[in-house]
């Protein structure tokens, strides 16, 4: 099956500079890879998505890029607020089915 | 956009009881949900996959017995974690699919007494 792989787990950045989350994928086959977000006590909530058809994807502050030949794909937020802390998951898909990676904790001091 | 509903949102039972979990889809038709279990700073479990109008799909591991799913329309799924114990206490959520993208409830968070 698919595995997905997080880096880091933590990350914390002074509010205003970029917050960068990197994620692995094995499954050759895999189309489709989204991101999330989730605050505590909270589902997560889909911030942006990618298609491998795709290298790179740019929604205001967020941008996602695709590396297919190295199964890698990446999370840039710019400009990061205190707002934007909360748990980010990745995950990666070709099937309907979402694996996901293990999370990283975002902290956007003040 | 699409948007998931999940009722109710904390549920506190007694060990041995049975409890349900509603999930729909309000402004699309979800052929597929599925169901996730998270335990506390951890990624999501996938634990059975919905389709409407057919058995779930069970991972590996999740008792079908215990965890009975049922959707019966395009915008309702139902989870039922039948003779709760407090191992089951855990956050459930459920996701709806919408243009083969997965949208999410805002989650249960299930104690077992």
């Known amino acids: 099956g698919e595995n997905v792989e997080q880096h880091p787990s933590t990350l914390s950045v002074q509010e205003g500079d970029s917050a960068v989350i990197k994620c692995t994928y094995s499954d050759s086959a895999s189309n489709y890879f989204p991101w999330y977000k989730q605050e505590l006590g909270k589902g997560p909530q889909l911030i942006i998505d990618?298609?491998?058809?795709?290298g790179e994807k740019k929604d205001q502050r967020i941008a996602v890029t695709l590396n297919k030949t190295a199964k890698h794909f990446s999370l840039h937020i710019t400009e990061t607020q205190p707002e934007d802390s909360a748990v980010y998951f990745c995950?990666?898909?070709?099937?309907?089915?979402?694996?996901f990676g293990a999370g990283t904790t975002v902290t956007v001091r003040a | 956009g699409a948007v998931v509903s999940q009722h109710p949102s904390w549920v506190i039972c007694k060990s041995g009881t049975s409890v349900k979990i509603e999930c729909r889809s309000l402004?699309?038709?979800?052929?597929?949900m599925f169901w996730y279990r998270q335990f506390p700073k951890q990624s999501l479990m996938l634990m059975a996959t919905?389709?409407?109008?057919?058995?779930?799909?069970?991972e590996q591991g999740v008792e079908k017995d215990k965890f009975l799913i049922n959707h019966a329309s395009l915008t309702l799924s139902t989870l039922t974690v039948t003779s709760a114990h407090p191992e089951d206490s855990s956050f459930y959520i459920c996701s709806a699919t919408d243009a083969a993208v997965q949208y999410f409830g805002a989650g249960t968070r299930l104690s077992v007494l």
């Open positions: 995950a990666a898909s070709s099937d309907y089915k979402l694996s």
């Open positions: 919905s389709n409407e109008g057919s058995k779930a799909t069970y």
């Open positions: 990618i298609r491998s058809n795709v």
């Open positions: 402004d699309f038709q979800a052929t597929t």
